[in-house]
């Protein structure tokens, strides 16, 4: 190789090497193949911000109590649960809710308990637009 480019009478360019076109010199031509970080873009700065999303739990218990809880405080909403019997378990979601507009619920039902129980709980969260909902054990 060495002999060949020292015999050789042309200056030999390396294949990648760019070449100013002779017809138009203000353009350059080569064989580089663009890559990703030659292209010309700014991305948006990061910018992080903290969503803090409010969570509720509530319980209906084995004899039918209903609890609701936010992080480690815990109060009794209703001693029985029935659709005449949530009006203060819908003011405590209201506030929860009126604080953060995606309010998640998570619902813990005693195996022994009525179904229409959860399902008058379903209801009020349709009211009161909350959507976010999960069950526990």
């Known amino acids: 190789m060495l ?36 292209l010309e873009m700014a991305l948006p700065s990061p910018k992080i911000e903290k969503i803090e999303e409010i969570s509720v ?21 209703a001693d029985k649960v029935g659709r005449d019997k949530l009006g203060q378990t819908k003011e405590w979601l209201a506030s929860f809710k009126a604080q953060d507009q995606t309010l998640a619920v998570t619902i813990k039902v005693d195996e022994n308990q009525l179904k229409q129980n959860v399902i008058d709980l379903l209801n009020l969260f ?6 976010k909902v999960t069950f526990s054990d």
């Open 3 to 38: 002999f060949f480019l020292i015999s050789c009478d042309e200056k030999v360019k390396p294949e990648n090497e760019a070449r100013i076109d002779e017809e138009k010199p203000e353009r350059v031509t080569g064989t580089i193949e663009a890559r990703e970080r030659d």
């Open 57 to 77: 739990n509530l319980e209906i218990t084995h004899d039918g109590k209903l609890y609701g809880s936010s992080g480690e405080e815990r109060s009794l909403l």
């Open 126 to 131: 349709a009211e009161l637009n909350i959507t």
